[in-house]
């Protein structure tokens, strides 16, 4: 498909700059009130009301707080969905912020405050720009992005239809690239995030005589140092993955040999290829040192978040699009092993995910407190260049 790239990039951004107080203060109140998981109410009627004055058609999910708007175009044409995720997380707030969480224990560390700001100053924008547009924009409020598995609730529910989507867009803040910065590239760009725990039994006994019992910590120790071994001798550098093992539980006493010791670990990877070749590779790595050492395994593996896989078409024009237009740009040279929901809407339909560098002024973009940090903050003016993005994304693939 053959983008528009010859867009007026200042009048766009001019544009969504004269948005930001009110996106900026959109965003505030988000994250004073952060909710978390699928049912998030009071972000739910924060959104509603700052699109009610919009020509849109609103539906709300039936299973969960989402809100989907669709602005019709002047003409008949392709639909592309534009999303915002909107929840928080659930851990303590450190920036001294004045606006700062007031719900105890729960934070919007990942930007999703931002998200939802800079999705509805886009829907601010493109209404205006209605007749231009040839083809619809479904601007979609996702809840639960955070393990929660909103975006397959939302496909369930019907987001990706009626009408059909066949394009699809969503910008990540990050505060460890330039602030207003975009960065994405083709193919995958975020990893799978699998759950990993395996249960070692064996028989306790007294820990004088570790002979008359089936020690389980010793064989514990050697099943995360042998699952680190296949990870380095089996799995192709160039298609790689991480598996950590995160915590050992066992024991109770200084003298009492345990019957069970319980591993917990995440797996990721870049490919389903080698996700499923690692699941494999881990029961047999963990039946077989329990097998030598007479005791046993049960191994779980919680299949979580797939890769997610950027379309190398729409990556290229969104490239060609913003970059010197709306802002600098920058090809990732590797993916992210973090993981995004988002991945099941690019299983569907051809787009793409890309970050937007936020990081305040005063820090170094190295070292600046990352998504998901109790001090995690952001450069509020870069949010103009994320509104600007979804707009002048969706002009070029409409018109
Ligand atoms: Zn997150
Ligand atoms: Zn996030």
Known sequence: MNWRTALDGDAILGEARDLLSEVVDLRRRIHAEPEIGLQLPKTQAKILEALAELDLEITTGDQTSM?????????????????????????????GLDFASTAPGRMHACGHD???????????????????????????????????????????????????VDGAFALHISPNLPSGMISTRAGAMLASADEVAIKVTGRGGHASSPFLAADPVPVACEIVIALQTMMTRTVDIFDPGVLTVASIQGGTAYNVIPEEVALLGTLRTVS?????????????????????????VEVTIDRGYPVTVNDKDFVDNTLEVLDGVITETLRM????????????????????????GVCPPELDAR?????HSNRMTLDEDALAIGVASHAAVALSYLT
Request: a negative charge; glycine letters at 8%.
């Open 67 to 95: 809100v989907v708007a669709t602005l019709k175009g002047s003409s008949e044409g392709p639909t592309l969905l534009l999303r915002g995720d909107m929840d928080a997380l659930p851990m303590p707030e450190d920036t």
């Open 333 to 356: 040279p590797a993916p992210v092993m973090g993981a995004e929901d988002w991945s099941y809407v690019l299983q569907e339909v051809p787009g793409c995910m890309a970050f937007l």
């Open 367 to 371: 070292v600046a407190p990352a998504c």
């Open 114 to 164: 931002a998200h939802v700001a800079m999705l509805v100053g886009a829907a601010q924008l493109l209404a205006a720009h209605q007749p231009e547009l040839q083809g619809n924009v479904k601007f979609f409020f996702q809840p639960g992005e955070e393990g929660y598995f909103g975006a397959k609730y939302a496909i369930d529910e019907g987001v990706l239809e009626e009408p059909k």
């Open 272 to 296: 389903e290829s080698t996700r499923d070749a690692i699941h494999d590779s881990i029961v047999r790595v963990a039946e077989g040192v329990a097998a030598a050492h007479d005791c046993t």
